[in-house]
C-alpha cells in the first residue's frame, strides 16, 4: 500500500502564505499523476495543481499564478506552495497519487491538512 501524509496547513490572514508538504511511503508503483486537491464543506472535490507522466503540470485556473507544485524526489516529497492566499482558498488539502499496480489502476489520498484563510 501507498500511504501519504500532508503537512503544513494552518490559519493565515488573506495574502499570506503557506506551504503543504505530501510525504509518500509505500510500496512502489507506476504513477500517472501525483498531484493536490481540496475540498469545501459542502462543495465537491477539486483538483487544485498536480504533474501528469510526461512531464506536464495542470493548475486550477483560480490558482494559476499563485499556488507553485513541486517535487523532492529524493526525499518523496511532494510540495504545494500557496502565495496571495484567499479566503476562497479555505478548504481541507489532499495530497493524492494516480498510480497503476500491474494492470490495475488507482487512487490514493492522504488524510487531509486544514487551510483557513481569513479576510
Known amino acids: 500500500q501507498v500511504q501519504l501524509v500532508e503537512s503544513g496547513g494552518g490559519s493565515v490572514q488573506a495574502g499570506g502564505s503557506l506551504r503543504l508538504s505530501c510525504e509518500v511511503s509505500g510500496k512502489m508503483l507506476s504513477i500517472n499523476s501525483i498531484g493536490w486537491y481540496r475540498q469545501a464543506p459542502g462543495k465537491q472535490r477539486e483538483l487544485v495543481a498536480q504533474?501528469?507522466?510526461?512531464?506536464?503540470?495542470n493548475y486550477a485556473d483560480s490558482v494559476k499564478g499563485r499556488f507553485t507544485i513541486s517535487r523532492d524526489n529524493v526525499n518523496n516529497t511532494v510540495y504545494l506552495q500557496m502565495n496571495s492566499l484567499k479566503p476562497e482558498d479555505t478548504a481541507g488539502y489532499y495530497c493524492n497519487i494516480n498510480g497503476t499496480v500491474g494492470f490495475t489502476v488507482h487512487d490514493f489520498w492522504g488524510q487531509g491538512t486544514q487551510v483557513t484563510v481569513s479576510s
Open positions: 504533474f501528469i507522466s510526461g512531464g506536464f503540470v
